[in-house]
């Protein structure tokens, strides 16, 4: 069985930073492609970033956290991170860690295993 658990979420100010982390436990970790997407209160599920298992592919980014978040992976530790600086209200979410079976995809349908979600919430 399949599990992800998020951490590091929290309450920071406009302009602060985060470091979000997924551990994965069961199945292999260094065959999936990870991801994380968030959600805001009555808001559809957004893209937020991917990585490959695959050193070959650049990692993916949403238009609105491009430049600011980062995603990396460490396969011996089995854990996905998304530093996020420069963080505004806008960032206010729940955020997801996601893994999939197939290549990096920016559509939730595409990803088997799910975390509970981490909150951040940013103020102004």
């Known amino acids: 069985q399949v599990q992800l658990a998020e951490s590091g979420g929290g309450l920071v100010q406009a302009g602060g930073s985060l470091t979000l982390s997924c551990v994965v436990s069961?199945?292999?970790?260094?065959?999936?492609?990870m991801a994380w997407f968030r959600q805001a209160p009555g808001k559809e599920r957004e893209f937020v970033s991917a990585i490959s298992w695959s050193d070959d592919e650049s990692p993916r980014y949403g238009t609105s956290v491009k430049g600011r978040f980062t995603i990396a992976r460490d396969n011996a530790k089995k854990t996905v991170s998304l530093q996020m600086n420069r963080l505004a209200p806008k960032d206010t979410s729940i955020y997801y860690c996601?893994?999939?079976?197939?290549?990096?995809?920016?559509?939730?349908?595409?990803?088997?295993?799910w975390g509970q979600g981490t909150q951040v919430t940013v103020s102004s």
């Open positions: 069961g199945g292999e970790f260094d065959t999936y492609s």
């Open positions: 996601a893994a999939s079976n197939y290549s990096m995809a920016t559509l939730e349908e595409f990803y088997d295993y």
